[in-house]
Every structure is written in C-alpha cells, then in structure tokens.
Nanobody, 126 residues
Framework: QVQLTESGGGLVQAGGSLRLSCATSGRTSHTIAMGWFRQAPGTPGKERDFVASIVWRPCTTDYADSVRGRFTISMNHVKNTVYLAMNQLNPAATAHYYC????????????????WGQGTQVTVSS
C-alpha cells in the first residue's frame, strides 16, 4: 500500500501563489507516476479534474491546459514528496486538491490512479 498526505492548501488572493506538498510513504517503489487532481466546491458527483502529473522514468510532466504555464509539478525523491507550485491563482482554482499515485503506466495513461490522499483545500478570493 501507498499512503499519501497532502498539505499546503489555504486561502490566497487572486494573483497569489501557493505550493502544495504530497508526502508519500509505504510501498512507494511500486509507483511509476503521481498526479494532482482537483474537485470544485458544490460538485460532489463530478469526477475530479486532472491538474498535473509526473512520471519518474523518463521524467516527464503533463498539465491541464487551464494551468499550463502557471503550475509546476515536481518530485523530491529523497523526501518522497511531490509538489505543485501554483502561481497566478484565480478564483476558478478554488477546489479541493488531491494527489494520487499510479503503479502502472496503463493506470497513469488512463488517469485511473491506484492511491489517493484525503486532499487539501485551496480557496482563491477575488
């Protein structure tokens, strides 16, 4: 099993920045990629939206069009922590942010990740 714990969320004004962290533990050697997803408030039945992902080998990243150029995903393998640096935030970014881990390339490609954290709330005020 892999455990994921997100942190770093909070309240920020439009135009501001936040950096989310996702600490991983357990059988992390079985994972090949991690991603960030988000779910906007008032949408409990809606699928979580893809935000960004990172694959270890080769190291590749991918972003949703809505965040490309403003968000950056990165991984510190020593700390077993994935980060999501978010800049130029706008109110549309208000959501509960989740990190997730995939144990196979197929899962990553389909964005059907095996493991999920509990999430961290990001609120952007206008």
């Amino acid at each position: 099993q892999v455990q994921l714990t997100e942190s770093g969320g909070g309240l920020v004004q439009a135009g501001g920045s936040l950096r989310l962290s996702c600490a991983t533990s357990g059988r992390t050697s079985h994972t090949i990629a991690m991603g960030w997803f988000r779910q906007a408030p008032g949408t409990p039945g809606k699928e979580r939206d893809f935000v960004a992902s990172i694959v270890w080998r080769p190291c590749t990243t991918d972003y949703a069009d809505s965040v490309r150029g403003r968000f950056t995903i990165s991984m510190n393998h020593v700390k077993n922590t994935v980060y999501l640096a978010m800049n130029q935030l706008n109110p549309a970014a208000t959501a509960h942010y989740y990190c997730a881990a995939a144990s196979s390339l197929a899962e990553h490609i389909k964005r059907e990740y095996d493991y999920w954290g509990q999430g961290t709330q990001v609120t952007v005020s206008s």
